[in-house]
């Protein structure tokens, strides 16, 4: 994908990994699925936010999420990924972990036809998000190409 503010740059891995790993803050954050985050924010400003990524990471991660919650209206939820039970887990993945997961899925099932910003939205509204941010279960830690072969089947069976 080319930066949209400089087309001569590459949007690279690493700045989708940025940005998935935002996408998680913002969202736990606002107690929010990140399909609302990445619902609200579209294609345009996903693209925009990938292009910029490589500037971003250096900023300060609590003034990014205040931007972005600002920038596109965001409202709090009830969605509460860490709420588990303290019995199957004794700590949840960070957000960083989760950005990581959620890029190599993105990577892993990038088509020819799509850029950054399309297999964004399609990733994280797949109903198998569900399954992979339910950390009472194991789905998250699983190695990525397990992961991806769960998104095509439908399930982790």
Known sequence: MKNVFFPDEDVTPND??????????VARQLKQPNRYVVNRMGCKSLAEKLS???????????????????EYALEEGSYDVSRVDPELVSEIPTALQMGKVYARLILSTLTPE???PEAIIRVYNNPIC????????SAYYEP??????????????
């Open 114 to 116: 799509e850029d950054y």
């Open 16 to 25: 989708l990994y940025f940005v998935c790993y935002m996408i998680e803050r």
């Open 52 to 70: 910029m990524a490589n500037v971003q990471h250096c900023e300060n991660p609590l003034a990014v999420v205040a931007d972005w919650i600002d």
């Open 130 to 137: 569900e399954v992979i941010d339910d950390y009472n279960g």
């Open 144 to 157: 990525s190409y397990y992961i991806a072969k769960a998104y095509y089947q439908g399930n982790f069976n």
